[in-house]
T-cell receptor, first 112, second 114 residues
Framework: QQQVKQSPQSLIVQKGGISIINCAYENTAFDYFPWYQQFPGKGPALLIAIRPDVSEKKEGRFTISFNKSAKQFSLHIMDSQPGDSATYFC???????????FGRGTSLIVHP | DVKVTQSSRYLVKRTGEKVFLECVQD?????MFWYRQDPGLGLRLIYF???????EKGDIPEGYSVSREKKERFSLILESASTNQTSMYLCASSLTSGRGGELFFGEGSRLTVL
């Protein structure tokens, strides 16, 4: 059973456009929602994270939107750049557990 | 900065060989993990360890074992490699007291089994 569902699997965006990646979760006990960014040949690295007590968190061009009632959260990349081309993973974990549940990843390509 | 080092970036092994993948972290993290990454399947947890000599099975432990004799080192062992174990293997570490889910990953070990 896939506890964190991520879509789309792949995404192609033009430079300057908005990239949107969506995730949905099942377990209402999850209380920490990080996003990881992975460049080719590298391991994933934490990009941005949110807790359910806020509906939005912004760091530069990256924004997480969180909808607790719908059990959904999304990553928005504004003014997408070719350097943003990477694989993005959403994840969720719950208090007391140090093991995140990952989505299957989204391969983002930003064309110049 | 936290550094997680995987000793082998690329390995080519033959079916039936015993394979060791080594991982070392330098930040005194309690927890260490081994993931497998395959296209379309994301990151799948093989094993994790929350203390020296302690280990727990993840989602796909079959065909793998692990060893953690020292806090900083976590090894993944393929007792008899098979072609379906061709994959990218990622090691990660985290603090128990840190934000739940904040993992620090190594750069990966790409294993090809012929």
């Amino acid at each position: 059973q896939q506890q964190v569902k991520q879509s789309p699997q792949s995404l192609i965006v033009q430079k300057g456009g908005i990239s949107i990646i969506n995730c949905a979760y099942e377990n209402t006990a999850f209380d920490y929602f990080p996003w990881y960014q992975q460049f080719p040949g590298k391991g994933p690295a934490l990009l941005i994270a949110i807790r359910p007590d806020v509906s939005e968190k912004k760091e530069g061009r990256f924004t997480i939107s969180f909808n607790k009632s719908a059990k959904q959260f999304s990553l928005h990349i504004m003014d997408s750049q070719p350097g943003d081309s990477a694989t993005y993973f959403c994840a969720a974990s719950r208090g007391g557990s140090y093991i995140p549940t990952f989505g299957r990843g989204t391969s983002l390509i930003v064309h110049p | 900065d936290v550094k997680v080092t995987q000793s082998s970036r690329y390995l080519v092994k033959r079916t039936g060989e015993k394979v060791f993948l080594e991982c070392v972290q330098d930040m005194d993290h309690e927890n260490m993990f081994w993931y497998r990454q395959d296209p379309g399947l994301g990151l799948r947890l093989i094993y994790f360890s929350y203390d020296v000599k302690m280990k727990e099975k993840g989602d796909i432990p079959e065909g793998y074992s692990v060893s953690r004799e020292k806090k900083e080192r976590f090894s993944l062992i393929l007792e008899s490699a098979s072609t379906n174990q061709t994959s990218m293997y990622l090691c990660a570490s985290s603090l128990t007291s840190g934000r739940g889910g904040e993992l620090f990953f190594g750069e990966g070990s790409r294993l090809t089994v012929l």
